[in-house]
T-cell receptor, first 114, second 108 residues
Framework: GAGVSQSPSNKVTEKGKDVELRCDPISGHTALYWYRQSLGQGLEFLIYFQGNSAPDKSGLPSDRFSAERTGGSVSTLTIQRTQQEDSAVYLC????????????FGQGTRLTVV | AQRVTQPEKLLSVFKGAPVELKCNYSYSGSPELFWYVQYSRQRLQLLLRHISRESIKGFTADLNKGETSFHLKKPFAQEEDSAMYYCALAGSARQLTFGSGTQLTVLP
């Protein structure tokens, strides 16, 4: 595709439900990042993939959060038993390779937990 | 650990005035520094990176290793520069860490 694609663009869910957020990176990009953007909080790093492996999962806020990447391409971020404080814009970005860290961002998924 | 600090959450300047957005970093090795920008209702996008030493839209940023800073500057601000600006750092592990951002408003 032409750019990083995220789906859905908006998600409203009830507290306690599980949600899955999807990211399609630019074809051929080996690095993939997930961030959370909250009002007044800037960009919070969640997890980073190099290929299918995640060298650093330390940014995941709790064990309710998990992410996977298959085939070195699509990634899903899963939030279990959502809480109101999970409401934010979840951003995905990809970059071409290990040496090139210029990140290309998706449009984000706005998650609202009610 | 790597950390990026942007001390100003909000910054307002008048059109034509100089602007400087501050960024300080903490990293033990040799970092790669970036500035990203997010205009209203648009995606976050790369503005410039220190290794290319280029000027984009009149903005420049110099890496000062002694002061561990990478401040973004423009001599004459324009209204279309109003946006959210993020400073970012990539260390040897290639993880990209962002600061909390500075919302720049250029007043007419």
């Amino acid at each position: 595709g032409a750019g990083v694609s995220q789906s859905p663009s908006n998600k409203v869910t009830e507290k306690g439900k599980d949600v899955e957020l999807r990211c399609d990176p630019i074809s051929g990009h080996t690095a993939l990042y997930w961030y959370r953007q909250s009002l007044g909080q800037g960009l919070e790093f969640l997890i980073y993939f190099q290929g299918n492996s995640a060298p650093d999962k330390s940014g995941l806020p709790s064990d309710r959060f998990s992410a996977e990447r298959t085939g070195g391409s699509v990634s899903t971020l899963t939030i279990q038993r959502t809480q109101q404080e999970d409401s934010a814009v979840y951003l995905c970005a990809s970059s071409p390779d290990y040496a090139n860290t210029e990140a290309f961002f998706g449009q984000g998924t706005r998650l609202t937990v009610v | 650990a790597q950390r990026v600090t942007q001390p100003e959450k909000l910054l307002s300047v008048f059109k034509g005035a100089p602007v400087e957005l501050k960024c300080n970093y903490s990293y033990s090795g040799s970092p790669e520094l970036f500035w990203y920008v997010q205009y209203s209702r648009q995606r976050l996008q790369l503005l410039l990176r220190h290794i290319s030493r280029e000027s984009i839209k009149g903005f420049t940023a110099d890496l000062n290793k002694g002061e561990t800073s990478f401040h973004l500057k423009k001599p004459f601000a324009q209204e279309e520069d109003s946006a959210m600006y993020y400073c970012a750092l990539a260390g040897s592990a290639r993880q990209l860490t962002f600061g909390s951002g500075t919302q720049l408003t250029v007043l007419p």
